[in-house]
């Protein structure tokens, strides 16, 4: 894998498109998995986004 882009993101930015990428069907099934992961959803929280390909 290489990493294409790596970016700071507001949890609250998430899209619905976003949420697919991560393997969601939805903003809210992302939302609540990352509470059960992470204990809290802040949507002014900042999280690191990577981009990654297969080479």
């Known amino acids: 894998m290489r990493v294409t882009g790596v ?3 507001r949890l609250g930015d998430i899209t619905e ?3 697919w990428k991560e ?3 939805s ?3 992302y ?3 990352f509470e059960r992961i ?3 959803w802040d949507t002014d929280a900042e999280a690191w986004c990577w981009s990654l390909s297969w080479v």
Request: proline share 6%.
């Open 7 to 9: 970016r700071q993101e």
């Open 17 to 19: 498109e976003d949420a």
């Open 23 to 25: 393997g969601y069907p």
């Open 38 to 40: 992470y204990g809290f």
């Open 27 to 29: 903003v809210e099934a």
């Open 31 to 33: 939302r609540e998995a």
